[in-house]
Structure formats: C-alpha cells, structure tokens
C-alpha cells in the first residue's frame, strides 16, 4: 500500500544500477527524494539503493527488475510505483544501448532492437507516466540521450536516431501539456566513463581522460529535476565537459 503520509517526491530511473543512472539515485537521494530504481539486472539496483541510503537514511528506494524494452513491463513499472507511493514526480529515461552498426552493416533485427531500446521505451514510459502527471498536475521528464544525436561517430546509426527521437519527444511534452506544469528536459552528454562506453569504444579510441564521470552527467540531471534549469525547460542540455558543480 503507498505511504500517503510520506511527502517526499517520487523519481523512477531506468538504467538505475549503474553509471549515469546510479550517480543521479545517489544524487536525488542527497536531495531527500525516494525513488524506483528500474533496469534488467536485479544486483545492481539491489547495490545502488543500499548507496542512496548511506547517503540518506530516510530515503525509500524500491527496485523493479525490468527490461524497458517491453512495454507490459514498462507499464508494470509506473504502475508499481503508484501502488508503492501514490505519486510520481519525476521520470528519468537513462536506458540505453543495444546493437551498433552502419546503415549498411545492421541487420533489421540489430535496427529494431537499438530504436525500441534507446526511443521506443522512452515513449512508453513518457506515456504511462502522463495520466499520474495529469492527476498531480505538474511532474518532470529528463531523457538522458547522446552527443549521438547530433554528431553520431560512424557506427552509431540506430542509437543516435533513437537518441534524436527521444529529445523530440521532449520538444512535443512542452508543445502538448498545455496547462500542466509537465516540465521536459533533454540531457546530451558526450564521452561518459560507463560499462556502456566501454562496450561501443576502447581506450584507443576513446581514452579515459578524455571521458567525463558519470557524476558530472547526475548533476546536470539533478538540476533539472529541482528545477534549476527551468530556463531551458523543452530544450536539450549539451554537456560536452563538466559544468560547475556548486551543490
């Protein structure tokens, strides 16, 4: 049953076990935030809500194992969240991944799987969150997407689409909310020091001191969600370096 007398807002996070997702739990956490912490693997998620309580021992943190590429578990998620808080405040789509390729080299399958991970699940998730938004009448959506989007490196033909659509459906969140105070943000970082960097790029390529922490990427996220770059509410935050970090 939701704590109805729990006041502390609510944030869902999907890649939440580690890296940037990790970072911006621990992150809200600090700022006195509960939170559902969703991704595919239940260990981490276990791991990173024991983090957030060392930073805060009043936090509430529930782990919902979840692949977002599945719409009835995208559904399960918000739904759980309701059912555990009675609220949601705000919306973190971090997930990302899947196959990389070139147009010419990704099968159809290696296409379907990267856009339903990196856009199709953010939409989902967009949409099932929108009805508990409505009811509040205010909440807040950050799609953590990529440099990708706007100069993908060759290889990177689904993921930076997919990472393109999902700051449009930020740019259609101001555009349809009307009077909701609905807020949306993009946050597009570059080179991010993650398991999923490493994955895509060595270090010959991309050597570690040329990546950014997850950390510096949580900050910027953070901000958004408690509303210190209100100024840019619709818009895609570019982080290609860290930004001053003064909390």
Same mark, same amino acid.
């Given at each position: 049953?939701?704590?109805?007398? =729990? ?8 890649? +939440?076990?580690? @890296?940037? @997702? ?9 700022? @006195?935030? #509960? &939170?559902? &912490? ?16 060392? =930073? ?5 943190? =529930? ?10 578990? !995208?559904?399960?998620? /918000?739904?759980?969240? &309701? ?10 789509? #971090?997930?990302?991944? +899947? ?13 379907? *799987? ?10 989902? &998730?967009? %949409? ?10 205010? +909440? !807040?959506?950050? #799609?953590?997407?990529? $440099?990708?989007? =706007? ?8 993921? @930076? ?7 449009? $459906? ?34 010959? /390529?991309?050597?570690? %001191?040329?990546? $950014? ?10 901000? !958004?969600? !408690?509303?210190? %770059? ?5 818009? *895609? ?11």
């Amino acid at each position: 049953m939701p704590d109805q007398t =729990h006041s502390a807002p609510v944030a869902v996070i999907t890649g +939440g076990g580690t @890296g940037i @997702g990790r970072a911006t739990a621990i992150g809200l956490a600090r700022r @006195g935030w #509960n &939170l559902v &912490l969703a991704g595919r693997r239940p260990a981490p998620l276990t791991n990173t809500a024991a983090d957030c309580r060392e =930073h805060n021992s009043n936090c509430r943190v =529930h782990c919902v194992p979840t692949d977002v590429a599945d719409p009835s578990q !995208c559904h399960r998620l /918000i739904d759980e969240t &309701l059912s555990q808080f009675g609220r949601l405040d705000a919306l973190v789509n #971090n997930a990302g991944g +899947g196959p990389i390729g070139t147009a010419k080299e990704s099968s159809p399958e290696d296409l379907r *799987t990267s856009l339903i991970i990196n856009a199709a699940s953010a939409a989902w &998730l967009i %949409h099932e969150a929108w009805p508990a938004f409505e009811k509040q009448g205010e +909440g !807040c959506v950050v #799609n953590v997407t990529s $440099m990708a989007a =706007h100069d993908p490196f060759p290889g990177l033909f689904a993921y @930076g689409a997919g990472k393109a659509a999902c700051e449009s $459906m930020v740019r259609s969140i101001k555009n349809e909310r009307g009077d909701l105070n609905i807020r949306a943000f993009s946050v597009a970082p570059g080179a991010v020091e993650t398991d999923l960097l490493r994955t895509y790029f060595d270090e010959n /390529i991309v050597p570690k %001191h040329a990546a $950014m922490t997850p950390e510096d990427i949580a900050h910027v996220i953070v901000g !958004c969600i !408690c509303g210190e %770059h209100d100024d840019r509410d619709g818009e *895609t935050i570019i982080v290609r370096a860290p930004l001053s970090q003064t909390s």
